[in-house]
């Protein structure tokens, strides 16, 4: 049963994968979502990936909500200035942002996640994971707060990976931006608390998005999929960790920490599309 019919969501980077996922089970809550990307329908993708913002705004609307699609490259202050201008005129609020919008996988060079000593990386891959990934986090969240201030609550999300709990996977910008977006978290947190706004990084595990299928086929691996290596949860169950944290009225009290989604199914007894309720997300290792 629908019951965020009052929240007003966004949800960055959800033309495919993990935004969609997001932007789909808030949908089904009943909440209003704009949904922003790059990808439009009749244009190109990112990576030749299928997914635009127009198809994930559908189906939030068929799914019981209200969805909007908005085009916004988050690499482009006046796109996000715009973006954050067209909530507060339409709702002059928002309850909920959800930073998922990431970059560093633009390129051949990046494709798959290079695991190699970083002086023999592109620092390309820094740039885009920095600017359209650490950056664009925050410059969202900035423009976010003032559209929470005034009713002195609100959510805002980033998601990220706990590399805490994983061995060094051997891509040192990866791991530093990845660990920047905790920090972001847990230091916002610490200003916005005596506001009322809650703060969070969550953590999924290894998702079957479109771009890891993708991923999968173009190296000839498709069958790995299924594999004990392969993506293990759907990002239904990263969304519905992130209607549980909206729909907790007590979310203030986690605000800084960053949370895996198995944990957090657990806690609030949601469970993956499939019904399974997937651990938290570990590194296979040999027997």
């Known amino acids: ?3 965020l019919n009052d929240v007003v969501a966004i949800v960055t980077g959800a033309s495919r994968g993990a935004g969609r996922g997001i932007a789909l089970e808030l949908g089904a809550a009943g909440a209003t979502v704009y949904v922003t990307g790059r990808s439009v329908d009749g244009g190109s993708t990112t990576d030749n990936v299928p997914g635009t913002i127009d198809e994930s705004a559908r189906e939030v609307t068929n799914r019981g909500g209200h969805g909007v699609a908005v085009r916004c490259d988050h690499t482009v202050d006046a ?19 959800v930073n998922n919008v990431w970059g560093g996988y633009e390129s051949s060079d990046c494709r798959p996640l290079p695991l190699a000593p970083f002086w023999e990386q592109s620092v390309g891959q820094w740039d885009r994971m920095f600017t359209a990934g650490v950056r664009a986090h925050i410059t969202a969240s900035r423009l976010a707060v003032p559209l929470m201030l005034p009713q002195r609550r609100g959510l805002i999300v980033s998601t990220t ?6 061995p060094y996977i051997r891509n040192l910008f990866y791991d ?44 000839g691996a498709a069958d790995a999929i299924n594999g004990p290596g392969g993506p293990k949860e759907t990002t239904a169950y990263l969304g519905r960790a992130i209607v549980a944290l909206v729909s907790d009225n007590e979310v203030l009290n986690r605000s800084g ?22 651990p938290p997300f570990r590194m296979p290792t040999s027997q």
């Open 1 to 3: 049963m629908a019951h």
């Open 79 to 97: 796109d996000v200035e715009s973006l954050f201008a067209r909530v507060r005129a339409d709702h002059g609020r928002l309850d909920l942002l």
């Open 161 to 166: 990976a706990n590399l805490d709990a994983l």
């Open 176 to 219: 530093l931006a990845k660990h920047s977006v905790g920090r972001l978290v847990w230091a916002m947190a610490q200003e916005l608390r005596d506001h009322g706004v809650a703060a969070l990084a969550v953590a999924p595990g290894f998702m079957r998005t479109e771009r890891v299928v993708e991923a999968f086929r173009r190296a």
């Open 257 to 278: 920490q960053l949370v895996e989604v198995g944990t957090l199914a657990r806690e609030y007894g949601f469970t993956d599309a499939d019904g399974t309720q997937p």
